[in-house]
């Protein structure tokens, strides 16, 4: 049976962009046939060693989160992220995004529900709060990180449920967390407990929310099995991104681009670190499909056997569009 997706051009939520930094401040113009005004940009340097970045259009302009590190928001001004474009946006010439001769890769993100992506900001209660969040559905994920002052990201998803919770700048596997979202979300609220890392009196907060949209997106898990033909990843869509996270163990993060190298495509990178662009290397190795993605390596960071795994995955196109139409990948 065809699997249908209410999304028909994913380029409207989600791009993938790499870009060179220059000299002087410079807008970048996202690849797809569709103009898109981002909303949030997840920014990592690929020939450095530089923090992956967020940015996005609601903290404003120029204010980075480090993903591999606790640090509290930094302001780096006209140095950042200046501008979301119509079309891109516009890094400053001696930012995190943007230094000279440096090689990026930028994903990109439009907020709305249809696409299943919501960025919420709160200030913190000190005390259990249900706070209000537009996704308009259950979200499977929530990213929350601390602004004003250090804190690990904490991240809630569906995979591991209430009550616990995998940190973005650490290789720590998942950890029991009762006081941080200490009940399940739901369609109109996320239920944050008293911890400072989600909650803290008069503490500043964002939070990034995604649900899975058929033939747009998946956030759930597999579990590896060792072998070198491993598990095959069903999506019902072409991947453009792909971030995954082993939970029961001490692996790094990963993440990995269609963009950047097609099939086995070895290259990754690690969230959690702020080291270059692994090359050439065949421990995450991975099949981009155009209905999913199959595991080609053995290491435990994607594939130990019976360890179990975070996945979230974005589409290049979909398997098949709304009118039941196939598609092929870009």
Not at 81 to 86: G, L, Q
Not at 290 to 316: H, L, P, Q, V
């Amino acid at each position: 049976m065809a699997v249908f997706t209410p999304i028909n051009d994913s380029e409207a939520y989600f791009q993938v962009v790499t870009y060179s930094g220059t000299s002087s401040s410079t807008a970048v113009t996202l690849p797809g046939s569709t103009n898109m005004q981002p909303d949030m940009l997840f920014i990592k340097s690929r020939s450095n060693a530089e923090h992956p970045c967020f940015y996005d259009d609601i903290r404003g302009t120029g204010k980075r989160l480090l993903a591999s590190e606790a640090n509290a928001e930094n302001d780096e001004g006209s140095n950042g992220v200046s501008a979301f474009n119509s079309d891109g946006f516009t890094t400053g010439e001696n930012g995190a995004s943007g230094q000279n001769t440096y090689t990026y890769v930028a994903y990109a993100w439009k907020e709305s529900a249809t696409a299943g992506f919501d960025i919420n900001i709160h200030t913190g209660t000190g005390s259990s709060a249900d706070v209000s969040h537009n996704l308009s559905a259950v979200p499977d994920v929530i990213f929350t990180k601390r602004r004003n002052n250090t804190q690990q990201w904490f991240i809630y998803t569906k995979v591991l449920g209430a009550q616990k919770a995998l940190f973005l700048d650490t290789n720590s596997a998942e950890s029991s967390q009762p006081t941080a979202y200490d009940a399940l979300p739901t369609s109109s609220v996320i239920n944050y407990g008293n911890d400072n890392a989600v909650n803290g009196s008069s503490d500043t907060y964002v939070a990034y929310l995604w649900k899975s949209i058929q033939g747009f997106s998946k956030i759930s898990e597999y579990k590896g099995n060792g072998n070198v033909d491993g598990p095959f990843i069903p999506l019902s869509f072409s991947p453009a991104f792909i971030m995954v996270k082993n939970t029961d163990g001490t692996d790094n993060w990963f993440v990995k681009t269609r963009k950047i190298q097609v099939n086995p495509n070895n290259y990754y990178f690690k969230p959690d670190e702020s080291a270059a662009e692994v090359t050439s290397n065949t421990v995450t190795a991975i099949d981009f499909l155009s209905n999913g993605f199959k595991i080609r390596a053995t290491d435990s960071i994607c594939n130990s056997s019976g360890s179990e795994y975070f996945f979230m995955a974005f589409a290049e196109s979909p398997l098949v569009n709304s009118e039941g139409v196939p598609t092929t990948a870009k």
